[in-house]
């Protein structure tokens, strides 16, 4: 069962980040739940055979602060496929020692995979929504597979099945959800 996380400060805004890929899984007939960060549980992370942490608005950066940020402390020992997408993907870098870089990319942009990733490689358009980034070749675990304009817009951890994506695939590309829960662990 895939478990998806919504780290929306406001409850409206899932229709936008997380609903999305709630109807991609669906569609699917692929098996989830979803919880909102601060009502996750151990048994919701033993539950789930994946994680997707979703995306959230431009201005909400409630769950970057440090009393919230804890929430995240799981990471750290998680042991199964994780996927951030945008604020998931900078949760990822910022329980892993990564700063806040401020940049901000709104639409759509081509971006270069260096080497397949989650479905997707060479030149690919996808859809920016972020006022934040983290510089993931600062970090040692991480693999950077594409960046444009100096940011790292696609991760993957060298060492557990952890991958992580700047843009929103719910928007332009679907089949890089369906690629990380249909993916062999």
């Not at 929306?8 to 007939?29: A, G, M, Q, S, Y």
């Not at 709104?106 to 996808?126: H, P, Y």
């Not at 070749?137 to 099945?161: H, M, P, T």
């Amino acid at each position: 069962m895939i478990l998806l996380v919504s780290v929306c400060k406001e409850k409206l805004h899932e229709l936008e980040f997380v609903k999305p890929i709630e109807d991609t899984l669906r569609k699917e007939k692929i098996p989830f739940f979803t919880k909102h960060y601060v009502e996750l549980s151990k048994g919701d992370l033993a539950n789930a055979s994946k994680v997707i942490i979703c995306g959230t608005s431009l201005q909400d950066n409630e769950f970057a602060r440090r009393v919230n940020l804890k929430c995240f402390n799981w990471i750290r020992d998680f042991n199964k496929p994780l996927l951030g997408i945008c604020a998931g993907m900078q949760i990822i870098g910022l329980v892993n020692g990564g700063k806040v870089k401020k940049k901000t990319e709104i639409g759509f942009f081509n971006e270069k995979f260096d080497q397949s990733f989650l479905a997707l490689n060479g030149f690919q358009e996808v859809w920016h929504l972020h006022n934040n980034s983290i510089n993931f070749s600062k970090l040692k675990n991480f693999d950077v597979v594409c960046s444009g304009n100096g940011i790292s817009q696609a991760v993957k951890s060298r060492e557990k099945e952890i991958y992580g994506v700047l843009f929103h695939p719910e928007v332009r590309n679907k089949n890089l959800i369906l690629e990380f829960v249909k993916k062999k662990a």
